[in-house]
Structures are given as structure tokens and as C-alpha cells.
């Protein structure tokens, strides 16, 4: 049973400045709602109540945004908003969320480092802070439906163009069933001709706690910090690895182009103002095409 969920939250976000300077890009918002509210939402859909986000300097609005906020909580109520207030009290109540810094940005296999007290010897799983999953059952739920099943580590992947590739971690190995896959290569950010596969890491794994020796032993890799990809590559010479094909849609909030498009689905999305909203996309397209 999967009972701990660990969001990474440590990046400078360096591709949102100047908007990252003094706040977490896990912070911007999509529309009204933080980038990490929705993960964090994720696993507790996926019946995983207790959370390790692993932050940094400079993220300390991530811990104000789930905490309660009694001031504004008041103001709610004498103004009767109860929506809204019954919206802001969810917040605090929503997990048991805890809060680890990494004391330096080395990469996300030494962020996932830092959950090894929290975690112990059972497994748990791992949401990247800056990556937005749309399903009907939760893709944690999917990879721990995998996990009960072959009780060994599974990735999220996706497929992505052949010339996107170097973009990603990317996986190849055995297809066992429909979207379940018995790893046998990974490789972090390969060139198109080296690439096992074009199935590309998605930002969601379960880890056995057999990933922390493996960390241990890992050396710095891209862009000089330590690669989980490089980590699980050791942990693959130790045990199976599976990847699950996710059923949905990822949404990389990790650039602006992305960001901007994933803003558009998601007020499509929604009630309130997604007919009026369309319309306007419509005016603005055909006055770009004249």
C-alpha cells in the first residue's frame, strides 16, 4: 500500500523570470488555482494523505498557501462567502502536508534524497510540483493499481515526437500488456538516434526505498546535478522497473508556451466563463488571420 506522496519544489523556475524571482513557480496560478494545488490534490485523490514537499529558499509561500489563514478565514465569513470560505478552509484540512529544504538545487535525485527520513523502507510516490495531470482516475492511482500488481517501481511515461526526445528521460524495454511496459534502458535526455524508445518520463513514479542506496552512488550527471533517471538506471541492475502509458493528458507547466496553452484548456473547462471566453478566442484569431 502506497500511504506517502513526495512533491519536489525546489527549482528556481529560471524560465518564469522575472515572475519566479520572489515567488515558487509552483505558485503560478492556473487561472485561481497554484500549479502544486492540483498536484497535491492528485494524490489525495489517489487516497495519499500524507505529503513531503521538498522546497527551497525563497518558497516559503508554498507552506503559507496550505496553512490556515484565520484572518482571511473571518473576513470570509462576516462577508458570508461560504463558497470561498468553505474553499480556503479545505487548504489546511486537505493533507497532512510536511516541509523538508533542499539546502542546495543539485538536481531532483538529490531533492527526492532528502525524503528518505520521511519515507523509510516503504515506497512511495513521487508528483514533479511543476507538472499538472488531467485523468478520469488519477495517474498516481494508475501507477498504484501497477504497484500492487507487480510490486516493484513504476513510471509514468508518455509518448512524445522522436525529434522531442532529447527533452526528456526516456524509457525502452519489454511490453508486458496494454500500457505496461518491463524496463530495460533509461536514458536521461538522449539525441534522437539514441533513444531506446520515444516513451518520455511523464512526472510521476512510484519508488521502492531501494532508490536512496541507488542515490547514494549516483554521480552528477546533465547539467551537473543528480539525475533520478541516472539513479534508477543503478536500480534497474537490482530490480524490475515497469512503466505504465498514462490514460490522460500531462500539462508541462515547466515553460511559458505550455503554461499559456494550459491556461486556455483549463478555462475552457470552466463553467462560468468558458462560453464568453471561446468567443473571445474566436474574435482574436480571425483578427490575427486578416
Known amino acids: 500500500m502506497i500511504r506517502k506522496a513526495v512533491i519536489p519544489a525546489a527549482g528556481l523556475g529560471t524560465r518564469f523570470l522575472p515572475a519566479t524571482k520572489a515567488q515558487p513557480k509552483e505558485m503560478l496560478p492556473i487561472i ?17 494523505e500524507d505529503i513531503l514537499i521538498i522546497s527551497g529558499k525563497g518558497k516559503r509561500a508554498i507552506e503559507d498557501h496550505f496553512d490556515r489563514n484565520f484572518e482571511l478565514e473571518a473576513r470570509l ?8 470560505y468553505n474553499e480556503i478552509r479545505r487548504l489546511g484540512d486537505m493533507a497532512n502536508i510536511h516541509f523538508v529544504r533542499q539546502k542546495e538545487i543539485k538536481g531532483l535525485g538529490d531533492a527526492i534524497y532528502y525524503a528518505r527520513f520521511h519515507t523509510g523502507n516503504e515506497p512511495f510516490a513521487v508528483l514533479l510540483g511543476d507538472t499538472v495531470m488531467s485523468s478520469v ?28 526526445v532529447s ?18 534502458d533509461l536514458v536521461e535526455k538522449p539525441a534522437p538516434d539514441q533513444a531506446p524508445s520515444n516513451l518520455a518520463i511523464a512526472g510521476r513514479y512510484i519508488l521502492t526505498p531501494e532508490i536512496y542506496k541507488t542515490l547514494e552512488q549516483t ?41 499559456l496553452k494550459t491556461t486556455v484548456e ?7 466563463f468558458a462560453a464568453p471566453f471561446l468567443e473571445f478566442l474566436k474574435e482574436t484569431v480571425s483578427q490575427h488571420q486578416d
Open 32 to 48: 485561481d488555482t497554484p500549479t502544486i494545488q492540483y498536484v497535491v490534490q492528485e494524490a489525495v485523490d489517489s487516497g495519499i
Open 77 to 84: 465569513e462576516e462577508k458570508e462567502d461560504e463558497a470561498l
Open 137 to 164: 482516475i488519477p495517474v498516481t492511482q494508475q501507477l498504484i493499481d501497477i504497484y500492487e500488481q507487480y510490486k516493484a517501481s513504476v513510471l509514468a511515461v508518455e509518448e512524445v515526437p522522436h525529434d522531442k
Open 167 to 184: 527533452r526528456y528521460g526516456i524509457v525502452g524495454g519489454k511490453p508486458l500488456a496494454d500500457h505496461i511496459m518491463e524496463v530495460s
Open 219 to 259: 554521480p552528477r550527471g546533465k547539467g551537473n546535478e543528480v539525475q533520478l533517471t541516472d539513479a534508477m538506471r543503478i536500480l534497474l541492475k537490482r530490480e524490475c522497473i515497469y512503466s505504465h502509458t498514462i490514460e490522460g493528458k500531462r500539462y508541462d507547466i515547466g515553460n511559458k508556451l505550455d503554461f
Open 266 to 272: 483549463f478555462a475552457l473547462r470552466r463553467r462560468e
